[in-house]
Each structure stands twice: as C-alpha cells, then as structure tokens.
C-alpha cells in the first residue's frame, strides 16, 4: 500500500481502530460500515495541516467555508442507508471533500454524487481514483435538482440541509427505496429518513444534527 495512504502515528491504523472504537461506542453497530471505515484513510480527505486530526470525533474545515462531516455522522448515516438492504443506486447530494462518498463506494453497486462547489469535486474525484474507487459518477450540479438521467435511486443522502425536503429529491425515489436527509435551519435541524413503498412516503425523524446549509446554484 502507498505509504501515504497507511498513514503514521495519528493517522496510522491504531488511531483508526481507536475511532471504530468509539464509534462502536456510540451505537454504530453495522460490521461493514465499521470495516470500511476502519480500511479507509479519512486522513487523506483533510488538508496536510489538519491530519493528524482527522480520526477526531469532529468536523474539520475543507475550504469553501465547508466541513468534512465528522465520523459519527458519516457512520450513523450510512448504517440508516444500509438498513433497508443491498443498494444499487445510490444519489449523494453535497460531495465535499468525497470521505463519504469512498465509504459509500465500497458499500453499494454505484454512487452518483453531486457537489455544487466545483474545486471541492475535483479534489474529491482525485482522491477517490487514487483510492482506485471506481464505482462513482461526479457531477457539478446544484443537488436540489437530483441527478435526473441516472433516477429513480434505492437510496439518497444529502449531506447538507434544506430546509424543507426538495420535491425533486422525492421524485427521483424508486418504489422501493430511502433517503436520509438533515432537514431544519441553523441549530434546530432533524435528521430525517424518508421511507418510499408501494403505500407512499413515510417520515421519520431519527436525530437532532448540525450540517452546513443546502444552498442554491452553483460555484
Ligand atoms: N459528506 C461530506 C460533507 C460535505 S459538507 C464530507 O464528509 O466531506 C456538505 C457539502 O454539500 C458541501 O461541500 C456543500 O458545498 C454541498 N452542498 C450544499 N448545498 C448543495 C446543493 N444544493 N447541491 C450540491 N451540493 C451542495
């Protein structure tokens, strides 16, 4: 493996297991997200400055005013995704610096990701090829209009929150199929999950969350 990539002292494999740990700790419970995120190398996904912070239970600066989302959430958020079963397709709306995205790549047939902050994309699809993640289409696109060509998705998760659930978003559900999705302005914002079936939709709220706001157009 690229040195880089195994990573030293804080961002060695120690200092990841000590992050499964506590994420184990804190609920998460799924053996697949808590194996990928043990082999996958967040350090490389925060500036040089900010490494040997990266296994911290925190968000950290990415540039652009945004933040890689911290480790529980990521975790939580894919666990809630994967609960409904195996995923094919899967919409990402908001890529930031891509962590999550690799997380989702090794946990689902096909991502599509969409990130309205074009430097923010292009880095994220550098790290994901050097990772030789395959399994993901990028597109510099405002979220709020879903990724039309590739819908309907087993599942959606935004990372980023409206205040109200983008109809764009609902429309581009399969039948079957779930979005997780951080809903509410400022500090009062719910994680959401969203339930499509036969029947129609369900919402449920699961947690209260602090996310970047979900903005239009595009940068
Ligand atoms: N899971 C990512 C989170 C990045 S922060 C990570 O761990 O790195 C959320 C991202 O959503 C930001 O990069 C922001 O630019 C993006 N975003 C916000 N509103 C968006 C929209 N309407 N369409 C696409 N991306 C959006």
């Known amino acids: 493996m690229n040195p880089r990539f195994a990573g030293i002292g804080m961002t060695s494999r120690r200092t990841r297991e000590r992050m499964i740990a506590r994420l184990r700790e804190q609920g998460v419970a799924h ?82 990701s969409v990130e309205r902050i074009y430097p923010l994309q292009q880095r994220a699809r550098q790290h994901l090829q050097e990772l030789q993640l395959r399994n993901v289409r990028f597109k510099h696109s405002d979220g709020g209009w879903g990724w039309e060509e590739y819908a309907p998705y087993d599942a959606i998760l935004a990372a980023a929150a409206p205040s109200e659930i983008p109809e764009t978003l609902l429309a581009q559900m399969a039948r079957r199929s779930v979005m997780i999705i951080p809903v509410g302005q400022g500090d009062r914002q719910i994680l959401k999950r969203v339930t499509r079936n036969e029947s129609g939709f369900r919402v449920e709220d699961i947690e209260p969350v602090n996310f970047v706001p979900f903005l239009p157009g595009i940068l």
């Open 31 to 112: 053996p697949d997200v808590l194996r990928v995120m043990l082999e996958t190398p967040r350090h490389l996904f925060v500036e040089e400055a900010l490494a040997s912070r990266a296994y911290e239970d925190t968000a950290l600066p990415i540039g652009f005013n945004q933040t890689i989302s911290q480790p529980y959430i990521v975790a939580r958020m894919t666990e809630l995704l994967l609960e409904s079963g195996p995923l094919d397709k899967v919409l990402e709306v908001g890529t930031g610096s891509g962590y999550q995205t690799a997380i989702l790549a090794q946990l689902v047939k096909r991502v599509y």
